[in-house]
C-alpha cells in the first residue's frame, strides 16, 4: 500500500545532524519518513553541506536544495523596513522556492504539511493552502530570543531587535491562528507560548521534545573514533555548538571573562576546548587567552566530549532543549551548566550535574569537580529513560494526521 504524501518545508538542509536545528529537523524527517512520501524543500547556508545533498534520496520521494548566501539574504532582510514584516520572511523567502511549492502540491495532490521554523510557514500560509493540513514546528518561542538580544544591546542595535521581536510574534500568532498545530520543542516552550496567544490558540498548541541518539553518542562508540586534533594528552573542558551562532559566543565569551581565569589560575595544566564550526572573530579572539584552544568545524563531536573531564554548558540565552547538554550526558560526563542551558531537560540536580547562573559558584562547581571527580555517573541512563528520539516523537503521526 502506498504511503500518503506530505510536504517539509525546512529552513536549512536537514542533513547532516551536526548542529542544533539540524538535528531536530533529520530526526524529524527520519520519522516522518517511515509513515509518509516526504517532499522536502530547504536550503543550504554552508557549502560544506552540499556535500550530502544526495544522502537525503534515503528519506524523500523527492527534494528541493536551493542556495542561500547569507549576504544577499540579508539585503533581502533589509526590505522589512519598507513592509512592516519581520526580518525573518524575507531572510528566508526565495521566488523559486515558491514556485516549487506551488508545483509539488498540485502535482502530487498533497494535503498534509509540516513545516519546520517559522520562517518556512509563509511558502504555504496563502489562502488557496487554507484547506492542507498544516503542522508547524517553531521548536522555540522564536521571537523571545530577539528579546532576549535587545536586552543586552543598546543603541540601534536594542532597537532593530526590539521591532524583530515584536513582528516575529505577530507573525508566529498568524501562523497559530491558521495552522493545525504548533509544536515546541519542550513543555516550558509551550506554555511560554501559550501565554502570548488568544485563548482560543490553547488547544493548538502542544510540544514534542529533542532527544538523542543514544547508540551513536555512546562512550563504547565514542572510543572507537580517532580524532587526532584532540589533546588527548591534556586536562581539559569542553564546550560544543556551532560558534557562529551569537548564543553560543556569548556563552564562551561570558565562560573566558568570569570563569577560566579563576580556575587556570589554580590549575595551570587545565585546559578549555571550544569545538564547534565557523568560529567568529570574538571566539578566534578567545584562542590568545591562556590554555584556550579553538578547534573550528570538527568531523566527529563525540571525541572531544568522551575525553574532556566535563563539559560545561554557560548559556545566558537561549529557549528550547540544547542537543550538547544531552548528547554530553548520553556519553555520560559530567555537565556544569546555567539554568537556561537546563531548561526544558529537568534533570535532577545531582553530584555529576550541577548547575547555577552566578560565575562565583559556577567557578565552585567547576572546581569541585576538578578535585572530585563523579565516580558514580548516572546521566546516560537518565537520558536513555527519558530522551531517546523513538520516545519522544511517537506522537508524531498523530499530530500530522489529525484534524
Not at 32 to 54: M, R
Not at 196 to 203: I, R, V
Amino acid at each position: 500500500m502506498a504511503k500518503p504524501k506530505i510536504l517539509y518545508l525546512c529552513h536549512r538542509i536537514p542533513y547532516p545532524p551536526n548542529k542544533g536545528d539540524k538535528i531536530r529537523s533529520f530526526n524529524v524527517l527520519k520519522a516522518l519518513a517511515e509513515h509518509f512520501e516526504v517532499y522536502l524543500g530547504c536550503f543550504v547556508d554552508d557549502e560544506y553541506d552540499w556535500q550530502y545533498q544526495d544522502r537525503l534520496t534515503s528519506w524523500c520521494s523527492e527534494y528541493k536544495c536551493l542556495p542561500q548566501h547569507k549576504t544577499l539574504a540579508k539585503l533581502k532582510g533589509l526590505t522589512s523596513f519598507l513592509t512592516g514584516k519581520s526580518i525573518t520572511e524575507p531572510y528566508y523567502f526565495d521566488a523559486r522556492m515558491q514556485l516549487w511549492v506551488d508545483e509539488t502540491i498540485k502535482k502530487h495532490q498533497i494535503t498534509k504539511v509540516f513545516i519546520f521554523s517559522s520562517a518556512m510557514a509563509q511558502y504555504v500560509d496563502q489562502a488557496k493552502y487554507s484547506h492542507l493540513h498544516r503542522v508547524i514546528d517553531f521548536v522555540d518561542v522564536d521571537s523571545d530570543k530577539w528579546r532576549q538580544y535587545a536586552q543586552s544591546h543598546q543603541g540601534l542595535m536594542k532597537w532593530v531587535y526590539q521591532r524583530e521581536h515584536h513582528k516575529l510574534q505577530q507573525a508566529e500568532q498568524k501562523y497559530c491562528e491558521r495552522f493545525n498545530h504548533s509544536v515546541f520543542v519542550s513543555p516550558d516552550e509551550a506554555a511560554l507560548f501559550r501565554s502570548l496567544m488568544p485563548s482560543a490558540c490553547s488547544e493548538k498548541i502542544t510540544h514534542l521534545l529533542n532527544g538523542v541518539d543514544v547508540d551513536f553518542f555512546a562512550p563504547e562508540q565514542a572510543a572507537t573514533v580517532t580524532a587526532t586534533e584532540v589533546p588527548l594528552n591534556r586536562r581539559y573542558l569542553v564546550f560544543t555548538g556551532a560558534m557562529d551562532y551569537w548564543a553560543n559566543v556569548d556563552a564562551v565569551r561570558w565562560f573566558a571573562d568570569e570563569v577560566w581565569p579563576a580556575l587556570v589560575a589554580t590549575q595551570p595544566d587545565l585546559h578549555f576546548i571550544i569545538a564547534g564550526g565557523n568560529p567568529t572573530a570574538e571566539v578566534k579572539a578567545l584562542a590568545l587567552k591562556h590554555n584556550i584552544v579553538v578547534t573550528g568545524r570538527v568531523k566527529d563531536v563525540r571525541p572531544y566530549i568522551q575525553h574532556a573531564l566535563f563539559v560545561v554548558a554557560p548559556l545566558r540565552i537561549a529557549r528550547g532543549i540544547q542537543n550538547k547538554v544531552l548528547e554530553a550526558m548520553s556519553l555520560n560526563k559530567a555537565v556544569v551548566a546555567t539554568d537556561m542551558a537546563m531548561e526544558g531537560i529537568n534533570a535532577p540536580q545531582s553530584p555529576w550535574l550541577r548547575q547555577t547562573d552566578s560565575a562565583e559558584t559556577f567557578i565552585a562547581y567547576c572546581m569541585d569537580l576538578l578535585q572530585n571527580p563523579v565516580d558514580d555517573i548516572g546521566a546516560r541512563q537518565w537520558v536513555i529513560e527519558n530522551f531517546t528520539w523513538q520516545a519522544t516523537l511517537a506522537p508524531l503521526q498523530q499530530l500530522v494526521t489529525e484534524a
